[in-house]
């Protein structure tokens, strides 16, 4: 049923938010400074948030939780085109909600504008290569170990988090509802559209190359 995806895909996307802002804050907070400290914590927090959610909302809605995801499968034709675009709907607006939501926990300001500045050549190739390693961990898993995505996933966005000079957004709603918090994962506004167009990027050319790369038979001589 259409409307349980879509509640699927709202809570799973709301809840990435929560896990992403609210460990920001709490590793800040308990860090005395030290960024490094404090990034451990949050990616940490990010990749297990990740396993539980794929478990949880797989069965119901595939949990993309993102739209460059939702983007690949409309390419591989598992989606149509409505579905996807809804999809995409209730991913933004719950990536908004968990912002919110996580805020109120905290007693901070519900609506802010994120100040840290995450911009340039390097932050931008970071994306595209973030979102290319996530399309390809999904379809890669999918189509030789299908019961280990939810693992893969979280440990690959554990890792890209620290090898990216971005920190592994590659997620447009996660960018979106992210220059809504100035918090340790705030992305100012103005820096947002360009990480948004790279992730999308990221999932125009993975997702080409997985299909090639994972094709079911090669024709002789290929």
């Given amino acids: 049923m259409l409307t349980r995806r879509l509640v699927a895909e709202f809570l799973g996307t709301a809840g990435l938010l929560a896990v992403i802002i609210g460990a920001g804050i709490m590793a800040v907070n308990l860090s005395g400074g030290n960024d490094g400290v404090a990034l451990i914590g949050t990616t940490a927090a990010i990749g297990a948030g990740l396993v539980v959610l794929i478990w949880l909302f797989a069965p119901v809605s595939g949990c993309h939780i993102n739209p460059a995801v939702t983007l690949a499968f409309l390419l591989r034709k598992e989606i149509s085109g409505r579905d996807a675009g809804l999809y995409v709907l209730v991913q933004a607006a719950g990536g908004l909600a968990g912002m919110l939501v996580t805020h109120l926990m905290f007693d901070l300001p519900l609506l802010q504008t994120a100040t840290q500045v995450r911009t ?103």
């Fill in 120 to 222: 340039g050549p390097g932050q931008w190739v970071s994306e595209v290569v973030a979102t290319f390693g996530l399309i390809l961990t999904i379809f890669g898993c999918i189509k030789v170990r299908p019961q280990a995505v939810a693992a893969a996933v979280g440990i690959y966005i554990f890792a890209a988090c620290w090898f990216t000079a971005s920190t592994s957004f590659a997620n447009p709603a996660v960018t979106l509802a992210r220059s809504f918090t100035d918090t340790f994962c705030g992305i100012r506004p103005v820096d947002a559209p360009m990480f948004v167009l790279m992730e999308i990027a990221g999932a125009l050319i993975a997702t080409p190359f997985a299909a090639w790369l994972y094709r079911a038979k090669d024709a002789p001589g290929s």
